[in-house]
């Protein structure tokens, strides 16, 4: 797995019987050059074709070193792995207009010769063809482990983006869509600021003050009040539209606007929980969330959630048994064992598609 922060190639080793348990877990970080070229194609750009298939081929040996590293760590020989699971990098997501598409990059040929393992990929297209977004895809995971029969729950992953799923306690169907920015924006403009790649544990967003007007500018982007299915991307969140939203605010300090964004990512997320919530019983709304991805390590992310939610619990999916770093990769293990058993892996309530399919395609090892 490699999300939209571009941060690292996540692999986790997981067992899938009744239940998944997870063996360990490794990841490679992504060096900025590589970084700088990913987001180089993140965007229209000169020599596209030529740009986008090398990286892609880097990209499928970088992820094939991931899980060769896993196999050697876990001293597990690679010809005992059923199969890989590999998201790929998005480089392009366009789910609206006439041939909607969206991109992963990291070839699984290089990936299944390389470790000689069977490799399921491309998981988004057949939901798109099947005239879904395409995303988000976790939900349908969400749903099969976190699945609680007596309480409404939310399960929020703050990546580059970040999703919400509504897991109902009934069987009224799964909700789920990107709420928006996680750590996108908070990631440029630390690393602008400061040349950190990251805002760590949100210490110096918490060391600001939250500028009203700034945050009611960031709020009135029209995505945000999108009714679902919908997905978002670098292509709408960057730093373009950033610097265009700060064109007005440049006597704030540059802290400020760190914590200002970190409050943009929280109104955000609990506005979608109160979307969610629009759907429910009012006796029997959302009682506890529970955060994944890098955004649960944001102690300043999580305080403010918690303070924006005070009747709803806040805490990491540790609580209900998966790391929040490695929900995200344990998801795309996941669809790849229902990719191989024939089984759909998209729910249409998520992302609009007419039917549920089996997703991606299967790359055969050796
Ligand atoms: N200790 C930390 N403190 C604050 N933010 C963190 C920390 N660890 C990770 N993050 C944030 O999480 C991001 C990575 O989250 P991740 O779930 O991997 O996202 P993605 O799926 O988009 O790759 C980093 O870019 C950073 O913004
Ligand atoms: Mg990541």
Redesign the pocket.
């Known amino acids: ?8 190639i ?1 692999a986790v080793l997981i067992q899938i019987s009744d239940q998944i348990s997870i063996i360990d877990s490794h990841s490679i970080q992504i060096p900025q050059t590589l970084k700088d070229t990913i987001l180089g194609l993140c965007s229209s750009g000169e020599n596209e074709i030529q740009r986008a298939f090398k990286l892609d081929r880097e990209l499928g040996h970088l992820f094939a070193d991931a899980a060769l590293a896993l196999c050697t760590k876990t001293n597990t020989p690679p010809n005992t792995i059923s199969a890989i699971g590999s998201h790929g990098q998005t480089i392009r997501h366009a789910p609206h207009g006439k041939n909607p598409f969206s991109l992963q990059i990291a070839d699984p040929n290089t990936i299944a010769e390389r470790t000689g393992i069977t490799t399921v990929a491309d998981f988004r297209r057949r939901d798109i063809a099947a005239g879904g977004q395409g995303a988000p895809l976790v939900p349908a995971f969400h749903e099969d482990v976190f699945k609680d029969g007596n309480n409404n729950r939310a399960i929020i ?5 970040a999703n919400i799923t509504l897991v109902p306690k009934s069987d009224m169907p799964t909700l789920g869509f990107d709420t928006g920015p ?3 924006l ?2 440029y403009w630390v690393y602008k600021q400061k040349n950190q ?6 210490e110096w967003a918490a060391s600001g003050k939250i500028d009203t007007s700034l945050l009611n500018t960031l709020l009135s982007e029209p995505y945000l009040t999108l009714q679902p299915p919908k997905s978002t991307g670098r292509e709408r969140f960057n730093s373009d539209w950033l610097e265009h939203q700060l064109l007005n605010f440049s006597h704030l300090s540059t802290v400020d606007v760190q914590a200002t964004l970190t409050a943009f990512t929280c109104q955000t997320i609990t506005d979608a929980v109160a979307m969610c919530n629009s759907k429910l019983e009012p006796s029997d709304l959302v009682k506890e969330i529970y955060i ?4 649960a ?3 300043d992310i999580m305080s403010r959630l918690q303070t924006r939610l005070p009747n709803t619990k806040v805490a990491s999916t540790n609580e209900i048994g998966i790391a929040p ?1 490695l929900v ?1 990769s344990v998801a795309f293990a996941w669809l790849a064992h229902r990719t191989i058993n024939r089984l759909s892996g998209n729910l249409t309530s998520v992302t609009g598609a007419q039917a549920q399919r089996v997703l991606g395609a299967i790359y055969c090892g050796n």
């Open positions: 797995m490699s999300g939209t922060s571009i941060d690292a996540d992953n703050i990546g580059g983006m996680g750590n996108v908070l990631d790649k990251f805002d760590y544990n949100g994944c991805g890098g955004g390590k944001n102690g770093d995200e």
